[in-house]
């Protein structure tokens, strides 16, 4: 464990661990899926359930991320397009900041080695791919859309195998390091459980 979390804390300040998606080729009832998935618009309804529950979270991932990204606007807007990405691709929200924390660092220009990009280092083909020629992957939505796009294709490639899915995504599959070490920073760094809440007579 102490190994993980140094490796975190290492990944963190370099993104070390910056993958590259590989190219595959898809059917094309796939393909036209997941270009379905990356191009309907953003609707305005929230993601959370009800008020409270998104002042709990936004305030406690507020707390922990406020190091790495001071400005407090910003840093709700990135909450929220996380948490409404996540959820709308039946991703846990907490995950896929732990997949950021491991990615990027939360850094939002960051290129890897092999020309991954953004918040959650998706690889340029995509865009041809599923998307539009013309998507920026240095914009927090379209990345966070992309990112979480293809987490749940490689999921559902895996059939709900996260460690396999992980590879998947890191360019890695088969190699423990990279999804042990995401799943530690999903878990130590990002767990959360709602808090509870006492329910006065009569509701």
């Not at 001071?70 to 397009?81: A, G, V």
């Not at 939002?108 to 918040?119: F, L, P």
């Not at 539009?132 to 796009?149: A, M, V």
Request: aromatic share 10%; proline share 4%.
């Amino acid at each position: 464990m102490r190994r993980l979390i140094a490796a975190i804390a290492l990944c963190s300040a370099s993104a070390a661990f910056a993958g590259a998606q590989k190219y595959e080729p898809l059917s094309a009832s796939v393909q036209g899926a997941l270009h379905k998935a990356v191009s309907d618009s953003r609707p305005t309804v929230t993601s959370f359930k009800n008020s409270m529950d998104a002042v709990d979270w936004l305030g406690e991932m507020s707390r922990r991320l406020e190091k790495r990204i001071p400005n407090r606007e910003y840093r709700i807007d990135l909450l929220r397009s996380v948490h409404y990405e996540a959820t709308r691709a039946g991703l846990d929200p907490q995950l896929v900041l732990g997949l950021m924390q491991v990615e990027s660092g939360f850094r939002k220009y960051a290129v890897s080695s092999a020309g991954a990009r953004g918040y959650m280092q998706v690889m340029p083909f995509w865009l041809k791919l599923i998307g539009r020629p013309e998507d920026s992957l240095f914009d927090l939505r379209t990345n966070l859309r992309y990112g979480c796009t293809i987490l749940r294709h490689y999921l559902d490639i895996e059939r709900g195998d996260l460690f396999r899915a992980l590879g998947r995504y890191n360019g890695s599959l088969g190699k423990p390091e990279y999804p042990n070490i995401v799943r530690a920073a999903w878990q130590n760094q990002w767990g959360y459980e709602k808090p509870a809440r006492l329910v006065q007579a009569g509701q």
